[in-house]
């Protein structure tokens, strides 16, 4: 089974079509997340594919990106109604 780990990708863009697009990109990945930052759990591979997807929709001297790994060691804080990132298994019958 493929290791994954949690990781913050966050974006500002200023074009509502790039938008769109990052939005699309980045949902497939995600597991929660609010307007511009997302959390997703990613292996090696998965994050690749994920910023190779996102360098050819994003300007690079317009918009913004941030994807961060972060570390699990750290102790998960939420206020208000939020809920901490889960990465439950599933399974996909096809």
């Given at each position: 089974m493929t290791q994954r780990a949690l990781h913050l990708v966050a974006y500002?863009?200023?074009?509502?079509?790039?938008?769109?697009r990052a939005l699309h990109i980045v949902?497939?990945?995600?597991?929660?997340?609010?307007?511009?930052a997302h959390e997703c759990f990613l292996s090696e591979g998965e994050r690749h594919a994920l910023m190779a997807r996102l360098r050819r929709v994003l300007h690079p001297a317009q918009d913004r990106l941030l994807?961060?790994?972060l570390d699990p060691r750290q102790?998960?804080?939420c206020l208000g109604i939020a809920r901490a990132p889960s990465a439950k298994p599933f399974l996909i019958v096809g």
């Open positions: 500002d863009v200023t074009s509502p079509k790039r938008l769109r949902r497939a990945y995600a597991v929660g997340g609010q307007k511009s994807a961060l790994r102790r998960q804080r």
